[in-house]
């Protein structure tokens, strides 16, 4: 069974552009769920999907979105980067169904913005 | 409200030493606790979980752990470590609420760093 994907893997950005960010989740995976991790933060929960909607919501500014497709693939987008949004950017999936709570992580796309 | 304190961000220990990271949680409903590893430039892989259940929980490459409702510790320990257990070590919860139940919350990481 394949595992989290995510890409791509690397990426530098300039100041004040927009980045698009894939993840697939291990396949019958329905809950889509991003972090984002700074040496400073730590890990911090960005957003969840889970069946095309947005389930819940951490504390970022609106400049961070997301999206979920019908094949439970998600997309996170940040617009009008700013230099602290360099950072590891992680995905996990997991099923969401009874007793299924363990979350499954990607390696991540490490965003450098200059 | 969750959160999740580490008491350590570095332990350096011996190899074949034994070891113990430690995680104290708040939260005002019940949840699940978590440790991940994760090793340079790579995601995190799952140790093991506490869902319910028996409080000490074994997780993969010999490690386990201990829940300790009272104290709302979630202590990690390994009896002998190994070259290979560098890397960085997350305790999170994992509210048990079925609409919260996507968004972990992570302690800051414990460095343990395996010296020969």
């Known amino acids: 069974k394949a595992g989290v994907t995510q890409t791509p893997r690397y990426l530098i950005k300039t100041r004040g552009q927009q980045v698009t960010l894939s993840c697939s989740p291990i396949s019958g995976h329905r809950s889509v769920s991003w972090y984002q991790q700074t040496p400073g933060q730590g890990l911090q929960f960005l957003f969840e999907?889970?069946?095309?909607?947005?389930?819940n919501k951490g504390n970022f500014p609106g400049r961070f979105s997301g999206r979920q497709f019908s094949n439970s693939r998600s997309e996170m987008n940040v617009s009008t980067l700013e230099l602290g949004d360099s950072a590891l950017y992680l995905c996990?999936?997991?099923?969401?169904?009874?007793?299924?709570?363990?979350?499954?992580f990607g390696q991540g796309t490490r965003l450098t913005v200059v | 409200a969750q959160s999740v304190t580490q008491l350590d961000s570095q332990v350096p220990v011996f190899e074949e030493a034994p070891v113990e990271l430690r995680c104290n949680y708040s939260?005002?409903?019940?949840?699940?606790l978590f440790w991940y590893v994760q090793y340079p430039n790579q995601g995190l892989q799952l140790l093991l979980k506490?869902?319910?259940?028996?409080?000490l929980v074994k997780g993969i490459n010999g490690f386990e752990a201990e829940f300790n409702k009272s104290q709302t510790s979630f202590h990690l320990r390994k009896p002998s470590v190994h070259i290979s257990d560098t890397a960085e070590y997350f305790c999170?919860?994992?509210?048990?609420?079925?609409?919260?139940?996507?968004?972990?919350?992570f302690g800051q990481g414990t460095e343990l760093s395996v010296k020969p």
């Open positions: 999907y889970f069946s095309e909607t947005q389930r």
């Open positions: 999170a919860v994992r509210p048990m609420i079925y609409n919260q139940g996507g968004k972990l919350i």
């Open positions: 939260s005002s409903v019940s949840v699940y």
């Open positions: 996990a999936s997991s099923s969401r169904g009874v007793g299924n709570t363990e979350a499954f």
């Open positions: 506490y869902l319910s259940g028996s409080t």
